[in-house]
T-cell receptor, first 117, second 113 residues
């Protein structure tokens, strides 16, 4: 079974600075998808960024970018120019491409990010 | 705009009662999912459906059931509520194929006394 590990339960960053959230995963598949979701205090789950494993290029969405290291099974999220609105729980998630469970998401336990003014 | 809604948003019930949480999506998505979120566990999959009349068990399905009679709805039933089922429940949906994103509902906070 796939597992997703977020080793940092909590992190903090100064406003306007850069922070990196870590995620590792375990899978025997060669093709899969990886996601970062943000959950603000409202509890709404919001997709931040996604990466297809077959793509070597790291995904980028405005201030959010990932460092995808397939061989190391690592998928970190970098937030640049941190803003107060970035304060939230961040979840890393894995999804297989094929097979019976191919549409399911497996989540890490989350990292709580605080932004210091 | 298409959306996914959950009701109720908050629910208090007693141990042993049957509870049904509603999930409705207007995306016309084939796939629908129920997760529970507990402190220290992230989100864990309870049940999922890939289409009408299709249902499957997830990681933590004991004590829960679902049925899918149409595309839009996937109600989650707790047959006999237990205090261990106190949690926040999220419904999600996605279309089939590719790297399709799962869209989440706003969540239902359930307290079982």
């Amino acid at each position: 079974a796939q597992t997703v590990t977020q080793s940092q339960p909590e992190m903090s960053v100064q406003e306007a600075e850069t922070v990196t959230l870590s995620c590792t995963y375990d899978t025997s598949e060669s093709d899969y998808y990886l996601f970062w979701y943000k959950q603000p205090p409202s509890r709404q789950m919001i997709l931040v960024i996604r990466q297809e494993a077959y793509k070597q290029q790291n995904a980028t969405e405005n201030r959010f970018s990932v460092n995808f290291q397939k061989a190391a099974k690592s998928f970190s999220l970098k937030i640049s120019d941190s803003q107060l609105g970035d304060a939230a729980m961040y979840f890393c998630a894995y999804r297989a491409v094929s097979g019976a469970g191919s549409y399911q998401l497996t989540f890490g336990k989350g990292t709580k990010l605080s932004v210091i003014p | 705009d298409a959306e996914i809604t959950q009701s109720p948003r908050h629910k208090i019930t007693e141990t042993g009662r049957q509870v049904t949480l509603a999930c409705h999506q207007t995306w016309n998505h084939n796939n629908m999912f129920w997760y529970r979120q507990d402190l220290g566990h992230g989100l864990r999959l309870i049940h999922y459906s890939y289409g009408v009349h299709d249902t499957n068990k997830g990681e933590v399905s004991d004590g829960y059931s679902v049925s899918r009679s149409n595309t839009e709805d996937l109600p989650l039933t707790l047959e006999s509520a237990a205090s261990s089922q106190t949690s926040v429940y999220f419904c999600a949906s996605s279309s089939s194929g590719g790297a399709e994103t799962q869209y989440f509902g706003p969540g239902t906070r359930l307290l079982v006394l």
